[in-house]
């Protein structure tokens, strides 16, 4: 498992006080909304402002990019690791 993908899990717990969740519980792949994880709108804008003050990652609400980027553990993976390198 990718300590990332691990780090990443452990905030959406802590940030969206997800109490009955653990990081074992959410899959690397699943869908962080809707029929996978259940986030909604709400959830995905807190958890676009901790990704903000963590990774110092630039989001556009209104890019489609960005909306790819919520599907899953690992697309965040990705959009961490591609905002870090550039």
Same mark, same amino acid.
């Given at each position: 498992m990718n300590n990332l993908a691990d780090e990443l899990k452990q905030m959406i717990i802590d940030v969206? =006080?997800?109490e009955d969740i653990t990081v074992? &519980? %959410?899959?690397t792949e699943a869908p962080l909304f809707g029929n #996978?994880? #259940?986030?909604?709108? %709400? &959830? =995905?804008?807190?958890?676009?402002?901790a990704l903000k !003050?963590?990774?110092? %990652?630039?989001?556009?609400?209104e890019s489609t990019e960005t909306k790819?980027?919520? !599907?899953?553990?690992?697309?965040?993976v990705t959009l961490v690791e591609t905002q870090q390198t550039a």
């Open positions: 969206l =006080a997800l074992q &519980d %959410i899959e #996978g994880l #259940g986030l909604d709108s %709400i &959830d =995905a804008l807190e958890l676009g402002l !003050k963590r990774y110092n %990652i630039h989001l556009s609400a790819q980027y919520f !599907k899953s553990i690992q697309s965040l």
